[in-house]
């Protein structure tokens, strides 16, 4: 991770301050992010955040899925995704069916930056979840990888409030200059906050550009890391025609 924060020290230093939004946790787009509970045995809940891009599709970070005691991946059967989740209520619930990620992913606790790109999950719900899912920015949109991308938002369930989601506005992103394809950017990322979407708005709606896979070691002064779409966009696309077909 330090290595990665200081190749991108330059163009963090121009970034957008990040800052706390209001927000309806109920309205679009925030009602298409859920908390995803994963229950690893009794008393044993590990929770990051999730966000539908398909009526049974939703995008996470991979080492979500990680029994780190056991060292295996879970089960589809023990991860819930809870939509609109806050102090106990919620709008809709599904456990997961299946799930589909990087076969070559391989998990280093705190993650490590050789595998970071590799940090997705796409989920396979066994229910469909009400209401209008999320879509993925369009290829076209990534034609600058030198450009900074601003107003840039997040929304999460972070472990220091884990009842209520969050969301930070105003944050900046930029791609990593480094050999693997990252996006690097100022929103906070605490743990809980794993696998929370980053949105931008695009021809009038905010679109999915990347997933939260890592904070920085150093809050407040260097940026934390993001794998972008088009790291899962063909695995996304491949997997909502199948489902649009088996439905």
Known sequence: MRALVLVGACLWAGAARAEDMAFDAEAWPYSAIGKLNVVLGTNRLQS??????????????AHCLWDEPRKRWVNPGVVHFVAGYRQGAYRAHSLAAAYRKPDDYAFAYGTARPNMQGDWVLIELADPIPGTPLTLEDPGAEADPAAIRREIRRAGYSRLKPQLMTAQGGCSAWRDPGPAPLLLHDCRAVPGESGSA???????????IGVLVAGSREEGRAPSVAVPTAAFRETAAAMLKAQATTR
């Open 48 to 61: 990051c955040t999730a966000t539908l891009i398909g009526p049974r599709l939703a995008l996470t970070a």
């Open 198 to 208: 980053l949105l931008q708005v695009e021809a009038g709606n905010p679109v999915v």
